[in-house]
């Protein structure tokens, strides 16, 4: 079977982005910065096979606009493409969190009820495999969130890096195997005030 390339991105800035909050399962809305950096974003995008959303609506909202500006659709959406869920940590911000979790963070360690990175791995790397096969040898759009495209780097032996809003990468998925592949930066955040 033919290789395919996903470009997974995360979503737009949402309204707790703004607010420094962390979000996890929570489904935020884009600000009104998201929405112009999906539309930068838009324009600097190609055609693609398909496109995939997390459920979420900071993501399914990012896609919805890129999908209209581009041409492509519907917008299929995959559970698993979820954001980890943060347990305790949902709504925090990074203070609150390292007030009351001291170096947590740092340690790259979460709450005992938040979601175990390997299951986000497995679940991610799960529907790159299955998306992959609806277009063999194909490109997909997928808009997902920073904290599973991290999670899903780490666990396939590449660097983690900070994935800032409209970031992302290539995965390629070959013969049920993903690898990761080229970073992709799209839309400066300072830019996007100026820009529409």
């Given at each position: 079977?033919?290789?395919?390339?996903?470009?997974?991105?995360?979503?737009?800035?949402?309204e707790?982005n703004?607010?420094?909050?962390?979000q996890?399962?929570?489904d935020?809305?884009?600000?009104?910065g998201?929405?112009?950096?999906?539309?930068?974003?838009?324009?600097?995008?190609?055609?693609?096979?398909?496109?995939?959303?997390?459920?979420?609506?900071?993501?399914a909202?990012?896609?919805?606009?890129?999908?209209?500006?581009?041409?492509?659709?519907?917008?299929?959406v995959?559970?698993?493409?979820?954001?980890?869920?943060?347990?305790?940590?949902?709504?925090?911000?990074?203070?609150?969190?390292?007030?009351?979790?001291?170096?947590?963070?740092?340690?790259?360690?979460?709450?005992?009820?938040?979601e175990?990175?390997?299951d986000?791995?497995?679940?991610?790397?799960?529907?790159?495999?299955?998306?992959?096969?609806?277009?063999?040898?194909?490109?997909?759009?997928?808009?997902?969130?920073?904290?599973?495209?991290?999670?899903?780097?780490?666990?396939?032996?590449?660097?983690?890096?900070?994935?800032?809003n409209?970031?992302?990468?290539?995965?390629?998925?070959?013969?049920?195997?993903?690898?990761?592949?080229?970073?992709?930066h799209?839309?400066?955040?300072?830019?996007?005030?100026?820009?529409?």
């Amino acid at each position: 079977m033919p290789s395919t390339r996903l470009l997974a991105l995360r979503h737009g800035e949402s309204e707790w982005n703004v607010a420094g909050r962390w979000q996890g399962q929570a489904d935020t809305s884009l600000s009104d910065g998201g929405r112009r950096q999906a539309l930068l974003a838009a324009e600097q995008l190609g055609s693609f096979d398909g496109i995939w959303s997390s459920p979420l609506q900071r993501a399914a909202e990012t896609a919805a606009i890129i999908a209209a500006h581009i041409g492509i659709g519907p917008v299929l959406v995959d559970d698993r493409l979820g954001e980890t869920d943060v347990g305790s940590w949902e709504g925090m911000t990074h203070a609150e969190i390292e007030a009351e979790w001291p170096g947590y963070i740092a340690g790259n360690r979460r709450p005992p009820d938040a979601e175990p990175l390997d299951d986000v791995a497995r679940r991610a790397e799960a529907a790159f495999v299955d998306i992959a096969a609806t277009v063999p040898g194909g490109e997909v759009l997928v808009v997902t969130h920073a904290g599973l495209l991290r999670t899903l780097c780490r666990a396939l032996g590449s660097e983690p890096y900070r994935f800032d809003n409209l970031d992302g990468s290539w995965f390629i998925v070959e013969d049920g195997q993903v690898r990761v592949g080229e970073r992709v930066h799209l839309v400066d955040a300072e830019s996007v005030t100026d820009a529409l």
